[in-house]
C-alpha cells in the first residue's frame, strides 16, 4: 500500500496545486529563489566553520588603522 512517498500521481498533484496557489507566471521566479537558496545553504556546509571570525577579525583591524584620506589631512 505504502510503497513509495514520492509516487508519480503524487508528485502531479503537488505540481497542479502549486500551479493553482502561484500561478503560472510565479512560479519560474519561485523556482528561481529556491535554487538560489539551496546554493547557498550548500555554500554555507563547505564553509569552514572559523571563517566568520576571521572575517570579524580582519575587520577590527581595518577600522583600527588609519585610512589614507586621514594621513593626507
Request: charged letters at 30%.
Given at each position: 500500500?505504502?510503497?513509495?512517498?514520492?509516487?508519480?500521481?503524487?508528485?502531479?498533484?503537488?505540481?497542479?496545486?502549486?500551479?493553482?496557489?502561484?500561478?503560472?507566471?510565479?512560479?519560474?521566479?519561485?523556482?528561481?529563489?529556491?535554487?538560489?537558496?539551496?546554493?547557498?545553504?550548500?555554500?554555507?556546509?563547505?564553509?569552514?566553520?572559523?571563517s566568520?571570525?576571521?572575517?570579524?577579525?580582519?575587520?577590527?583591524?581595518?577600522?583600527?588603522?588609519?585610512?589614507?584620506?586621514?594621513?593626507?589631512?
Amino acid at each position: 500500500m505504502f510503497e513509495g512517498i514520492f509516487q508519480p500521481l503524487h508528485l502531479i498533484i503537488v505540481l497542479a496545486i502549486v500551479l493553482l496557489l502561484f500561478g503560472p507566471k510565479k512560479l519560474p521566479e519561485l523556482s528561481k529563489g529556491l535554487g538560489q537558496a539551496i546554493r547557498g545553504f550548500k555554500r554555507a556546509l563547505h564553509e569552514e566553520p572559523d571563517s566568520g571570525e576571521k572575517k570579524s577579525a580582519e575587520k577590527e583591524t581595518e577600522a583600527a588603522t588609519p585610512s589614507k584620506r586621514e594621513d593626507a589631512l
